[in-house]
């Protein structure tokens, strides 16, 4: 493991325990946690299938696909934040299943999903490109890679330090709708794009910055 990636572990398990509080995490308001389902419903095959829920933090996500009636494995550097995953499943009742590893390289072995999710994950990855293809590899025929991203304006500008280093992670700061939808369009037979910036009910407020969701069918 390299230093900055035991920095990068360090940085979210610190703040595990908080994370849910911000209103678009924790989804601790109703009209925030319905807007979420909705647009995960839209979003995701309609049948139950296997999920894997890539960097799913707290498991929020995860949570809403579970009660979903889908099959949820998440999978998160962090172990603080695969507790926090873990007991948000357990107090809600749900069944799902908890790794920690790395998102480059899910350790999920053979098996094949039919959706791949990820939320608010590749601006912080090494090599976000090759990261793509291997969640595109971990898809069943036919299956499904939903990846809700943004490109935040205030990066590098909240003062709030993230770790030293990752100033020239690629994609650092988040990337817009059109280099992901580039990125990902020869890995997949097709997509579309759904900006979400206009949708207050899932942030908690209005934003001002690029926020939409990739849904990638193979
Ligand atoms: C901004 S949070 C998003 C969490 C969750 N997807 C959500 O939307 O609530 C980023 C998450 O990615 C995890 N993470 C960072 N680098 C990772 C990596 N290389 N592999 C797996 N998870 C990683 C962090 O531990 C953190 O839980």
């Not at 791949?116 to 299956?143: C, F, K, N, Q, Y």
Request: glycine content about 10%.
């Amino acid at each position: 493991m390299t230093d900055q990636t035991a920095s990068i572990i360090a940085y979210w398990d610190a703040v595990a325990s908080v994370f849910d509080d911000e209103p678009d995490h924790g989804l601790r308001v109703d009209h925030t946690r319905a807007a979420w389902a909705r647009l995960l419903r839209s979003c995701m095959p309609t049948d139950p299938v296997d999920v894997l829920d890539i960097g799913c933090g707290t498991g929020s996500m995860s949570a809403l696909l579970a009660e979903a009636g889908h099959r949820v494995t998440g999978v998160d550097l962090a172990p603080r934040m695969v507790e926090q995953a873990c007991a948000k499943f357990s107090g809600a009742g749900l069944e799902g299943r908890f790794l920690v590893g790395d998102a480059m390289m899910p350790p999920t072995g053979e098996q094949r999903f039919g959706a791949v999710l990820s939320r608010h994950l590749l601006w912080t990855l090494p090599d976000p490109e090759a990261a793509l293809r291997e969640w595109v590899s971990r898809l069943s025929p036919g299956g499904r890679l939903v990846l809700v991203e943004g490109r935040w304006r205030e990066a590098g500008q909240s003062g709030v330090p993230y770790v030293t280093g990752t100033e020239s992670l690629p994609w650092n700061g988040g990337i817009t709708a059109s280099e992901l939808a580039a990125a990902v369009r020869t890995l997949v037979s097709g997509l579309r794009v759904e900006p979400l910036s206009d949708s207050p009910d899932l942030w908690g407020g209005p934003v001002t910055d690029e926020r939409y969701v990739l849904v990638a069918d193979v």
